[in-house]
C-alpha cells in the first residue's frame, strides 16, 4: 500500500460540466501519474507530475488540465466533460529507490450522461 | 511511440495448472514492469524487470531486453490469479510506461 487515495471513487455527471478528480499520496513521492483505462486498450497515460507546478502531457492529454500545487495532491481536471471521457480513471505514483515501480491508487469510475 | 503486444489475450485454466503470458515490444527498454489487475479493478505491481529474471513465490518474469520481449511464469495456478494481466515497458530516455491491452486469465477451480 502506498498511501494513495482517490475521489470520488464514483461520479455520473452530464454533458459540458466541469468535473474535478483528486488523487492524495501521504508518502511525498515526486511523480504522480494521471491514466484511464477502457476496454480495448490497456491503461493509457493522460497527464504526470514530475514536481510541484512540474506537469507534462501524456499520450491522451486533449480534454485534461492538470494541477499539483502540493506534493501529495495530483488534480484531474475535465473543463467541459464529454461522453467520450466515461472512463475509469487510475492515479499511480513512482516509488523511491533504485527501481522506478509505479504503484496504483483504487480508481475513479466517471459516466458523462 | 513504442508497440506493446501482448499473448494470448485469453487464457482459461484449470486450478493448478501451469502459464505463460508473453510481452513483446518494438523498442530497447530500460523499465519494464508486469501488473496484476484483479476482478474488483485493482492494479497491483508485480515485477520491476528491465533485464534478467526474478521471482517472486508461484510467479517469476524473466526479461530478454536484446530480443525485445518478457515473459511472465504463473506456476500451480490458484483462483486468485484470476485477472488481467499487464505488461508496460518504457524506452530509454523516457519516463513514461506505455501499457500492453492485457492478458485475461481465468482460473477455474
Known amino acids: 500500500d502506498a498511501g494513495i487515495t482517490q475521489s470520488p471513487r464514483h461520479k455520473v455527471t452530464e454533458t459540458g460540466t466541469p468535473v474535478t478528480l483528486r488523487c492524495h499520496q501521504t508518502?511525498?513521492?515526486?511523480?504522480m501519474y494521471w491514466y484511464r483505462q477502457d476496454p480495448g486498450h490497456g491503461l493509457r497515460l493522460i497527464h504526470y507530475?514530475?514536481?510541484?507546478?512540474?506537469?507534462d502531457k501524456g499520450e491522451v492529454s486533449d480534454g485534461y488540465s492538470v494541477s499539483r500545487s502540493k506534493t501529495e495532491d495530483f488534480l484531474l481536471t475535465l473543463e467541459s466533460a464529454t461522453s467520450s471521457q466515461t472512463s475509469v480513471y487510475f492515479c499511480?505514483?513512482?516509488?523511491?529507490?533504485?527501481?522506478?515501480?509505479?504503484?496504483f491508487g483504487p480508481g475513479t469510475r466517471l459516466t458523462v450522461l | 511511440g513504442i508497440q506493446v503486444e501482448q499473448s494470448p489475450p485469453d487464457l482459461i485454466l484449470q486450478e493448478g495448472a501451469n502459464s505463460t503470458l508473453r510481452c513483446n515490444f518494438s523498442?530497447?527498454?530500460?523499465?519494464l514492469q508486469w501488473f496484476h489487475q484483479n476482478p474488483w479493478g485493482q492494479l497491483i505491481n508485480l515485477f520491476y524487470?528491465?533485464?534478467g529474471t526474478k521471482q517472486n513465490g508461484r510467479l517469476s518474469a524473466t526479461t530478454v531486453a536484446t530480443e525485445r520481449y518478457s515473459l511472465l511464469y504463473i506456476s500451480s495456478s490458484q483462483t486468485t490469479d484470476s485477472g488481467v494481466y499487464f505488461c508496460?515497458?518504457?524506452?530509454?530516455?523516457?519516463?513514461?510506461?506505455?501499457f500492453g491491452t492485457g492478458t485475461r486469465l481465468t482460473i477455474i477451480p
Open positions: 499511480a505514483i513512482r516509488g523511491t529507490g533504485s527501481t522506478d515501480t509505479q504503484y
Open positions: 508518502e511525498n513521492h515526486r511523480y
Open positions: 507530475s514530475y514536481g510541484v507546478k512540474d506537469t
Open positions: 523498442d530497447s527498454v530500460n523499465n
Open positions: 524487470i528491465p533485464s
Open positions: 508496460a515497458p518504457s524506452p530509454f530516455g523516457n519516463e513514461k510506461l506505455t
